[in-house]
C-alpha cells in the first residue's frame, strides 16, 4: 500500500505564509495525481490544487494567485506553498494521491490530515 506523510502545518498571521509537504512511500507503479484538500468542521472536504505526474495543475478559485502546488517525482513529495494566508484558509489540510500500485490497480490515497490556522 501506499502511506502519505504530511508535515508543515501549523499557526500563521493573516497575510503570512506557509508551506506544507506530503511524502508517499510503499510499492507505487505510477504516482498519478497529486493534490491537496482541506476541511473546515462540519463540511465536506473540498479540493484546494492538484498537480498531475506530467506537471498540470489546477487550483480552486479562491486561492488561484496565493497558493502554488509542485511536485517533486523523484522523492515522490507534493507541495503546497501558501501565500497571503487569510483566516478563511484555517482547515484541516489532507494530501491526496493516486497511484497504480500493481498493473491492474489503481487506488486513492490519503494523508493524515495537517492543521492550518491563520489567527492573529
Known amino acids: 500500500q501506499v502511506q502519505l506523510v504530511e508535515s508543515g502545518g501549523g499557526l500563521a498571521q493573516p497575510g503570512g505564509s506557509l508551506r506544507l509537504s506530503c511524502a508517499a512511500s510503499g510499492s507505487i507503479f505510477i504516482m498519478y495525481s497529486m493534490g491537496w484538500f482541506r476541511q473546515y468542521p462540519g463540511k465536506q472536504r473540498e479540493l484546494v490544487a492538484s498537480i498531475t505526474n506530467s506537471g498540470t495543475t489546477t487550483y480552486a478559485d479562491s486561492v488561484k494567485g496565493r497558493f502554488t502546488i509542485s511536485r517533486d517525482n523523484a522523492k515522490a513529495t507534493v507541495y503546497l506553498q501558501m501565500n497571503t494566508l487569510a483566516p478563511e484558509d484555517t482547515a484541516v489540510y489532507y494530501c491526496?494521491?493516486?497511484?497504480?500500485?500493481?498493473?491492474?490497480?489503481?487506488?486513492?490515497?490519503w494523508g493524515q490530515g495537517t492543521q492550518v490556522t491563520v489567527s492573529l
Open positions: 491526496n494521491a493516486v497511484a497504480k500500485i500493481t498493473s491492474r490497480t489503481i487506488n486513492g490515497y
